[in-house]
């Protein structure tokens, strides 16, 4: 089983086990409020301690399923596994989430011991004979037995997980699996070190002051206090990190620090110390020879088989559906840069590094919009109203922040709330780290510490979920300033945040965002269009010195711009996407030359000479960082032809309508993964989707 539903929980190893003088948090009951993990407590010697004990308990409660002698049940089978490994589950959950937002060298170093560990021990149970038998039993069995929808497609998910695990395979050809497996994992383990270290190791010094004209204040303001950290008082520090850099090949007027900047991201892990390029190719190596293993011609076939796409054939047309109308936006945008250009005699061609910068001085042209004044009216706090307060309007909710007495944490910057619904009961934990640092790695995303479920007894339990951004910093005199971008993002994360805690899903495999990939990406990217609607802005835009409510001129310069930049948007997103898919159809890898590759995906493609992927090979963690988006990259814009429809709804009858945001959460955010995620989609849209509705959500139809 992929292990949403192999790592769930049991009964807790006795503390009498253990030395009387300090348990080990992992190894007993959490003492906290709503049992938030103790990481004031937690020591890195615990981690190893705790896997250890935890696979040595899920080993023991994988023998008492497939040693019982009674025939299998959904009870004796399907919910004991679903309910074993807590220890196990516990640890890995805190471990996963130190390792990427808050890490140190020594976390670093353990990794490098327990993923493989874990991985190891995944392969045992998804390569268990007795328990695939037994699955197998029930799925011979599940249209006579009188299952509930969400029992038959746990039965379902079950066998073809341990199916695509091996379970199939004759006993050399599992070993064969099972280091393929351990393979990948340390090669994504490498390439992520890479990643960071390539990340953390770039830095322009810049010394005159001129290189700066047409930055944000508060952007300098950082750049200087990042300096000041490093012993370079009197000059400024730009990193690759994302509040750093998109504001310099946004603003800066400096055409060399735009292409420093730009060259820096681009070649990001290409060669050198940290190049992942030989890293690459041996991933698509493995994964080649994983899928034949398995009976599937490429990788690419044996991911989409699990997803709503189903192949890849299906998620390449929906992207060539996008790919078309979006290059030529791109090519009429590219044409009024050039114009600006020219009208100043800049006898230059618009360069990849120009295309942010120009295209900020086209949105200023037509729409008289100012981000750096927008910015303003964006600080960190405010906006975390915002997406408090729709999440009240629309499901009834409030968030009450817990002290840090109440509420451990990993990190002070953090904030931690308690989540009550309407009737004033516990719904969740909700946690936030959104400050940019280097021990966390670049991006935003949502996870959680505890899942979500209803227990033997009939009592629910709450998850305690959690988003992580990279938002700049405050400055001594300035809070956290957020662009459009960033208010979008926080909205986008915050959505992955209510369906995890809004999840009513009976078992703790189907809770939450434990949904086909292609369909995680709807109740965040839904949650997104509400960031930039008046009503909503009303509440939270307010300048961060004065206390003005944003004026509507500006929310409406904000909405005529909306689609401004939708053409680069579109085919850097779509390009990337592609670029996956043309990795998943790789029938042999051996030695690729990953530049040579990328410029003949472009080429085949005829994508614009002035755009770039969104993610070149070798900083595209998505898909090299981890199995999770591989193939998959897709989704986003797959997602995005149902939230854009799905929107559509919300429009026609009133942004906040009782009974339609009532449909979206009984339909999406309570079910998880309970049900067929088209099923549950037409149930509360009233028909399927279509791409039409993302090409006007887009500006491009």
Same mark, same amino acid.
């Given at each position: 089983m992929v292990?949403a ?10 503390a009498?086990?253990?030395?009387a003088?300090?348990?080990n ?8 409020k709503?049992e938030?993990p ?6 890195n010697?615990?981690?190893?301690e705790a ?9 023991k ?11 299998p049940t ?7 596994l679903?309910?074993s ?6 640890t890995?959950y ?15 170093e353990?990794?490098e011991?327990i993923?493989?560990?874990y ?5 045992e149970i998804?390569?268990?004979? /007795?328990?695939?038998a037994r699955?197998k039993?029930?799925?011979?069995n599940?249209?006579?037995a009188?299952y509930?929808?969400?029992q ?9 997980s ?5 379970a199939?395979?004759?006993p050399?050809?599992k ?27 770039f830095?322009?010094v ?13 952007v300098v303001?950082?750049?200087a206090?990042?300096a000041?950290?490093?012993?370079l008082?009197?000059?400024?520090v730009?990193?690759l990190h994302?509040?750093c850099r998109?504001p310099?090949?946004q603003?800066?007027?400096?055409r060399?620090?735009r292409?420093?900047?730009?060259e820096?991201?681009t ?6 110390e ?7 190719n041996?991933?698509?190596r493995t994964?080649?020879?994983k899928?034949n293993?398995?009976?599937?011609r490429t990788y690419?076939?044996?991911m989409t088989?699990?997803v709503m ?5 299906a998620a ?6 996008i790919?078309k109308p ?5 090519n009429e ?9 020219d009208r ?14 120009y295209?900020?001085k086209?949105?200023q ?23 408090f ?7 009834g909710v409030?968030?009450t922040e817990?002290?840090?007495k109440e ?12 989540v ?22 670049q991006?935003a995303?949502?996870?959680?510490? /505890?899942?979500s479920?209803i ?9 305690? !979920?959690?988003n992580?951004?990279?938002f700049s /910093?405050?400055?001594a ?5 957020l662009?459009?971008d960033?208010?979008?993002?926080m909205?986008?994360e915050?959505?992955?945040a209510?369906?995890g ?9 189907q ?10 990406e ?20 307010r300048?961060?010195?004065t206390?003005?409510v ?7 310069k ?5 689609n ?7 085919t850097?997103?779509?390009g990337a ?11 042999d890898a051996?030695?690729?030359d990953i ?10 493609l ?7 992927y969104?993610?070149r090979s070798t900083?595209?963690k998505?898909?090299?960082g ?24 919300f429009?026609?009858r009133? !942004? ?8 979206f /959460?009984?339909?999406?955010l309570?079910?998880g993964g ?5 099923e549950?989609?037409?149930r509360?849209r009233?028909?399927?989707?279509a ?5 006007r959500?887009?500006?491009?139809k």
């Amino acid at each position: 089983m992929v292990l949403a539903a192999v790592l769930a929980a049991g009964s807790l190893i006795p503390a009498t086990m253990h030395a009387a003088k300090r348990v080990n948090p992992f190894l007993t009951d959490y003492k906290t409020k709503y049992e938030i993990p103790p990481f004031d407590k937690i020591q890195n010697s615990d981690y190893l301690e705790a896997i250890n004990a935890g696979i040595e308990q899920h080993n023991k409660e994988i023998a008492a399923i497939v040693d019982n002698p009674a025939e299998p049940t959904f009870e004796n089978t399907m919910l004991a596994l679903d309910n074993s490994g807590e220890v196990l589950e516990k640890t890995m959950y805190v471990f996963s989430t130190l390792e990427e937002a808050h890490s140190t060298p020594e976390l670093v170093e353990l990794a490098e011991k327990i993923y493989p560990l874990y991985s190891a021990h995944s392969n045992e149970i998804s390569m268990n004979d /007795k328990l695939f038998a037994r699955v197998k039993k029930l799925y011979d069995n599940r249209d006579k037995a009188g299952y509930t929808t969400a029992q038959k497609r746990i039965i379902e998910e079950a066998y073809k997980s341990f199916a695509r695990n091996g379970a199939l395979l004759s006993p050399e050809k599992k070993e064969e699996l099972k280091a393929l497996n351990l393979r990948l994992s340390e090669l994504y383990l490498k390439f992520n070190k890479n990643l960071l270290n390539a990340t953390n190791a770039f830095s322009i010094v810049v010394d005159d002051k001129a290189e700066l004209s047409g930055l944000p204040e508060s952007v300098v303001a950082v750049a200087a206090e990042e300096a000041k950290a490093r012993g370079l008082d009197g000059k400024w520090v730009f990193t690759l990190h994302a509040p750093c850099r998109l504001p310099v090949l946004q603003y800066a007027d400096s055409r060399d620090l735009r292409r420093k900047m730009y060259e820096g991201y681009t070649s990001l892990a290409f060669s050198g110390e940290y190049n992942n390029q030989p890293v690459i190719n041996d991933i698509l190596r493995t994964r080649i020879a994983k899928a034949n293993l398995l009976g599937y011609r490429t990788y690419g076939d044996y991911m989409t088989e699990r997803v709503m796409a189903k192949t890849v054939k299906a998620a390449e047309d929906l992207l060539l559906q996008i790919w078309k109308p979006a290059v030529a936006r791109a090519n009429e945008e590219i044409a009024e840069m050039q114009a600006i250009v020219d009208r100043n005699n800049g006898n230059f061609r618009i360069a990849p590094y120009d295309y942010y910068y120009y295209l900020e001085k086209v949105r200023q042209e037509k729409y008289a919009l100012d981000e750096d004044l927008v910015r303003q009216y964006f600080p960190v706090e405010n906006v975390r109203k915002g997406i408090f307060y729709m999440a009240n309007k629309l499901y009834g909710v409030t968030f009450t922040e817990l002290s840090e007495k109440e509420a451990p944490r990993w990190h002070k910057d953090m904030k931690v709330y308690d989540v009550k619904d309407a009737d004033g009961k516990h719904v969740a934990v909700f946690m936030t780290d959104y400050y940019t640092r280097s021990e966390k790695r670049q991006g935003a995303w949502m996870s959680e510490l /505890k899942a979500s479920f209803i227990d033997d007894n009939g009592k629910a339990e709450r998850p305690i !979920i959690y988003n992580v951004c990279n938002f700049s /910093k405050p400055t001594a005199d300035t809070p956290s300033l957020l662009s459009i971008d960033d208010v979008e993002t926080m909205f986008h994360e915050f959505g992955h945040a209510l369906h995890g805690m809004l999840s009513r899903a009976k078992y703790k495999s189907q809770s939450g965002t434990n949904v086909d990939r292609d369909f995680v990406e709807l109740p965040s990217q839904i949650h997104e269009h509400w960031a930039f609607e008046p009503e909503v802005m009303r509440v939270y835009a307010r300048h961060y010195k004065t206390g003005e409510v944003i004026p509507e001129e500006l929310v409406k310069k904000i909405q005529e711009a909306a689609n401004h930049g939708q053409g680069f948007a579109t085919t850097e997103l779509v390009g990337a996407a592609l670029l996956d898919l043309q990795y998943a159809k790789l029938t042999d890898a051996e030695n690729l030359d990953i530049p040579s590759f990328e410029k003949g995906v472009a080429r085949t493609l005829n994508m614009p000479e002035e755009i770039q992927y969104r993610y070149r090979s070798t900083y595209f963690k998505h898909i090299f960082g981890s199995d999770g988006y591989a193939s998959g990259y897709y989704t986003y814009l797959w997602a995005e032809v149902l939230d854009s429809d799905g929107f559509e709804l919300f429009k026609e009858r009133g !942004i906040f309508d009782p009974e339609t945001a009532k449909s979206f /959460k009984a339909n999406i955010l309570e079910m998880g993964g309970s049900e067929d995620p088209m099923e549950l989609y037409i149930r509360f849209r009233g028909h399927a989707p279509a791409v039409d509705a993302l090409l006007r959500n887009r500006g491009l139809k």
